[in-house]
């Protein structure tokens, strides 16, 4: 039962963290209620578990000397498991993490992009060696808790800015558009569209930022008809360019931000007739294996996913290990692979 009084602060020096009977004390609960919380089990009732953390997060919480061990996991938690973009990340993480013995354990957001209650109370009963966050985030909260326990967070291809305060590890999105734009303007083209990604994606907003800087260093105005917001996936890269194609002056060349949403510009030109590249050029971005084996072989931007997941399990292994990083934010180079799917526009 927690205590109906204002809870006050147990005689410790100001700004030592506290243990947990002196969290206990101040909570007005048991010593094993607060052992529940801070060891992630759910059997808390809720408004007793944000009394408590809010007092961890106020106060801190100080281990016992002897630490426990972490178990031999990473924790890789994803906001949807589909396609191949998850299974090039998973080969990189477990590359690293056979070298060092450890574990893989898979989550899934089912689209979200925050983990809710019940993933973060797995996560702290599990006492993994760490977490690997990709295309998601955790909120401040769900931050700290993981932060008090000593279970170091990485962000893989984050959707936002995360600042210094979280090692993240991404691509250059920004480079990669405008190298796709670049090489369609080399080409002759003039009427280039894009399909970006979610607006709340750092990686679409720097594509699209590519694009643009390839047009205006061309001397091309910006076409707003031209700018299409999709969702990273094909049955929205194929809504959005029947709308293009359907255009009064359509599209000579489409420029699709991931390469999910490259196919479903295949279907749409399919359906309309057109023959890609002779009536239209698309170019992807990702280069996922299945993209060499499209009809034709599509061109795209290769994004080293792989190698990401490499470079952000290695950051994890350090942090887990008490290693300073040299570096809190890292940005592995994407690359023009040219395949049949782009040519010249048709005078």
């Known amino acids: 039962m927690t205590s109906t009084k204002e809870p006050s602060a147990p005689d410790t020096a100001p700004g030592h963290p506290l243990t947990i009977a002196q969290l206990a004390e101040l909570a007005g609960v048991s010593t094993a209620t607060v052992s529940k919380v801070v060891n992630g089990r759910s059997e808390v009732a809720p408004e007793t578990r944000t009394l408590i953390e809010r007092l961890i997060r106020e106060h801190g919480y100080r281990r016992r000397k002897r630490r426990v061990s972490p178990a031999a996991l990473v924790e890789l938690v994803f ?39 019940g993933w973060i109370e797995g996560v702290l009963s599990r006492r ?24 170091p967070l990485v962000l893989l291809d984050p959707t936002g800015d995360p600042g210094h305060q979280v090692p993240s590890v991404g691509a250059g999105n920004w480079s990669g558009g405008l190298s796709a734009t670049r090489h369609l303007l080399q080409l002759g083209h003039r009427r280039i569209a894009i399909i970006t990604g979610p ?19 061309a001397g091309l105005p910006v076409d707003p008809e031209l700018i299409r917001q999709g969702d990273f996936l094909i049955e929205g890269g194929m809504a959005q360019a029947h709308r293009l194609l359907r255009l009064p002056d359509p599209p000579t060349a489409i420029f699709a931000c991931n390469d999910g949403q490259a196919i479903g510009v295949y279907q749409a030109a399919h359906e309309l007739g057109l023959r890609i590249p002779d ?51 890292i940005e592995l180079g994407t690359d023009l692979v040219v395949r049949r799917s782009t040519a010249p526009p048709r005078r």
């Open 279 to 329: 009536d239209l050029s698309v170019i992807g971005f990702d280069d996922l294996p299945p993209t060499r084996w499209a009809v034709p072989p599509l061109t795209t931007i290769r994004q080293p996913l792989t190698e990401m997941a490499v470079a952000a399990t290695i950051m994890l292994v350090k942090l887990a290990q008490g290693e300073p990083l040299p570096q809190s934010r």
């Open 79 to 117: 906001h949807a498991l589909e396609g191949d973009y998850p299974i090039e990340i998973i080969k990189g993480v477990e590359q690293v993490a056979r070298d060092h013995h450890l574990a893989v354990v898979l989550s899934e957001l089912q689209h979200r992009h925050t983990p809710g209650r």
């Open 199 to 217: 607006g709340y994606a750092l990686s679409s907003r720097a594509r699209l930022d590519g694009y643009r800087t390839a047009l205006d260093t």
């Open 128 to 151: 993994p060696t760490g977490v690997i966050a990709v295309f998601s985030g955790l909120d401040e909260a769900q931050r700290e808790q993981l932060a008090t326990r000593d279970i």
